[in-house]
Each structure stands twice: as C-alpha cells, then as structure tokens.
C-alpha cells in the first residue's frame, strides 16, 4: 500500500504496476485490488503487469497474455 501511495503522490495521468500481488497474503492482495478498482473508477489509467492471471484478467480493461514455448 506505501508504493501505491508513493506513486499517487503526484496525482499521475498513468499508474504502471509491476507483480502488485507478489509475496502478498490473499487477503492484502484483494484489498490492493479493491483500491485499484476505485482509482480506476476515478479515470486514473493503470498498466499492470501480474501473474495472478484471476486478479489481472478481473481487473483489466484489455489484456494481453505473454507464453514461453519451448
């Protein structure tokens, strides 16, 4: 929540995300979810980048789905 203030402090126009939900109890990572459905509700955009497939599909307005092939 301290790096989401963080990067709020200056009132951005875009909000880019790497891994929100890495390492969080479920719990934490519904709450960090919420918020950013609020902030989104508001008009701020948010780039995100998360393996949490649920959350990131969920919350996305448009997604794109990265695969390694061997």
């Known amino acids: 929540m301290l790096a989401l203030a963080r990067g709020l402090?200056?009132?951005p126009k875009l909000l880019i995300l790497d891994e929100p939900s890495q390492g969080l109890a479920s719990k934490v990572i519904k709450?960090?979810?919420r918020v950013l459905e609020k902030l989104?509700?508001?008009g701020l955009s948010i780039?995100?980048?998360e393996q949490?497939?649920?959350y990131a599909l969920n919350f996305?307005?448009?997604a794109y789905v990265m695969e390694t092939v061997k």
């Open 60 to 62: 996305a307005d448009q």
């Open 40 to 42: 989104k509700a508001r």
């Open 52 to 54: 949490n497939v649920y």
């Open 9 to 11: 402090m200056l009132n």
């Open 31 to 33: 709450d960090i979810f």
């Open 47 to 49: 780039m995100l980048s």
